[in-house]
Structures are given as structure tokens and as C-alpha cells.
């Protein structure tokens, strides 16, 4: 099996054959978003902000900010997140609409969400005064480790991004939780959705102001983006975690977890790594990212935040 990559310009399919070719030339919207969108009302004109929400992976601040930036164009927000990212809309396939998803390693991110919710129960650290986080009462970090968090998924069962340890960004962007054909087939789909988007948001790069000022520049400088953002559980399980840190024999699953998630981690590194961009801090990256003219947003005299 030869495992083929990807170049900023060309998309190879990764298959189970040595002699793959290229199928598409693209720009892949991680590395360089663009404004356009299916239209019916006006030519390219934008109405309306659609965002899959990846967890943890700055999902709830990039909500926050797209919420103020619906607010100021008055314009529609719609956000889904848990299920499949097709599974209450296809990308482009309204009019007038900005499709926006977001990216994390995606083992770091297994790592924050077990340790956000799944270490210990989110409800009890909110709302039970009396429970005392302890190594005990914890669950192991080595049993989270499969498509379901803490089991396999079947094929029948609805992916849900709070129950996802293994290939979470394979089950959700194909709209398969099934692990057959060795997750290629399920790399190609979500390969293929993910560059139907107009924006994909990579969390690493959140800590660069030159990235902070190119995503507000798109939205036509509206700025407040990488606001910290109040979520729910994120004080008390931070503070759980801090007074009961990881062992250093249960990070020893990380490397289990790494290779559970190759192709997750091919996923995103496809994404990411072909954008050909610096280090943070070494050296300024230029990010192609467009400026956009404000009037391309038509005000809507009813308004919707759905989420």
C-alpha cells in the first residue's frame, strides 16, 4: 500500500494501488479561502454564515465571533455540531450562504476532549458541590481509544462528535462511523467534502496575530476574533485536571492514540501542512487569505441565529 500526499495545488485520491493519479487541481480552503458562493438573489452576494462546529478545537469562540459578525451585517448564522457535518445540510448547498468548519491535530484534540468531559463527568463537576475529582473516580485515559470514545462504533450508530476518540474527523466529514475498507474510502469522502468549504480554521495557528487579522479581514475587519470564550465545564474540569494531572504511565497511551489516528492525522495534515506556511514566532507567514468588500453582505429583514 502506497499512501499518496497531497501538494497545495493538486489532490491525489489515496488508494489501495501504486499506480493512483491526480483527479482534481484545487485550492484548498484551509490555506486559501474564498467568497464564492451558489447565488440566487444577487451575484455572489452573501446572506447568510454556515458553521460545522469541530469540538475543541475553538469551536465556541469562532461561534461567538460569527455570531458578531451576523449581528453586524444582519445576516443569518446557523451552526450544527455533534452529528455528521452533512447530516442537517450538505456544504454549498444553499445559496447565498459562506460554509466555515474548523481543524485541531486531531489527537491533541482526542486529548482535550477527554480530559474537557470524559475524565470525569461534566455534570457532576458543575452542579455537585460534594464530588471531589480524584485519580479514582477518574476515568483511564487508556480506555478512550475507539470510534466511540470508550467503544467501537457500529454501523449503525449515529456518529457523535461527544462520544469520538478514533478518526473523529473521518466519521464526521464522510458521513460513515464505519471502519471498513481500512478508513480509505471514508478519507476520500471527507477529503472531498472539506474542500467544499469557503473557510476551514486551523486551531494551531489561533496564537498568530498576522492569522487573527487575515480571518478578520475576510469577514471585512470585523475584529474580535480568538476572543476568549466562556464555555460549559471549562473552568471546573480545567481546575479537575490541574489538581489531578495525567500520570506520566497514562500519557503512555498517547502513542496508541497516535496510531489509532493516522489517517485522521493524514486528514489534517493534508489540510494544513501543503499551506507552506512558518513556524509562529520565527518568522511572519503570509496568509492568502481575501479581504472582503462588506457590501457583498445583503442585510435580511428577519434574522436568524439558529444553533
Not at 493524514?266 to 509562529?280: A, H, M, P, T
Amino acid at each position: 500500500m502506497i499512501l499518496i500526499s497531497i501538494s497545495q495545488l493538486q489532490y491525489f485520491k489515496v488508494e489501495k494501488s501504486s499506480n493512483a493519479q491526480p483527479t482534481n487541481h484545487i485550492l484548498l480552503p484551509s490555506c486559501h479561502p474564498h467568497h464564492r458562493v451558489k447565488s440566487t438573489i444577487q451575484s455572489q452576494s452573501i446572506i447568510r454564515i454556515y458553521f460545522y462546529h469541530v469540538r475543541k478545537a475553538g469551536g465556541t469562540m469562532i461561534r461567538n465571533y460569527l455570531q458578531r459578525v451576523a449581528e453586524q451585517y444582519n445576516i443569518h448564522l446557523q451552526v450544527d455540531e455533534y452529528n455528521h457535518a452533512s447530516s442537517k445540510e450538505e456544504v454549498g448547498s444553499q445559496p447565498n450562504t459562506i460554509y466555515i468548519t474548523n481543524l485541531r491535530d486531531p489527537v491533541e484534540r482526542s486529548i482535550s476532549h477527554f480530559k474537557y468531559s470524559e475524565r470525569w463527568d461534566c455534570e457532576q463537576l458543575v452542579h455537585n458541590e460534594s464530588f471531589m475529582p480524584t485519580q479514582y473516580n477518574a476515568r483511564p485515559f487508556g480506555m478512550w481509544n475507539a470510534t466511540k470514545g470508550f467503544e467501537p462504533s457500529e454501523c449503525d450508530v449515529p456518529f457523535s462528535f461527544t462520544e469520538c476518540a478514533v478518526n473523529c474527523y473521518l466519521q464526521t466529514f464522510s458521513g460513515m462511523g464505519c471502519t471498513n475498507n481500512e478508513w480509505y474510502k471514508q478519507y476520500n469522502m471527507a477529503f472531498d467534502r472539506l474542500r467544499k468549504y469557503n473557510l476551514i480554521l486551523i486551531y494551531e495557528r489561533f496564537k498568530d496575530p498576522t492569522y487573527i487579522q487575515a480571518v478578520e479581514d475576510y469577514f471585512g475587519g470585523i475584529q474580535g476574533f480568538n476572543t476568549p470564550a466562556h464555555m460549559f465545564c471549562g473552568d471546573v474540569s480545567k481546575e479537575a485536571n490541574d489538581k489531578v494531572p495525567l500520570s506520566v504511565s497514562e500519557f503512555a497511551h498517547v502513542f496508541k492514540l497516535q496510531s489509532l489516528n493516522k489517517m485522521d492525522e493524514r486528514l489534517y495534515n493534508d489540510f494544513v501542512s501543503s499551506c507552506g506556511w512558518n513556524k509562529i514566532n520565527e518568522e511572519e507567514t503570509k496568509y492568502d487569505f481575501p479581504i472582503l468588500d462588506s457590501n457583498r453582505f445583503v442585510a435580511q429583514p428577519n434574522r436568524t441565529v439558529n444553533e
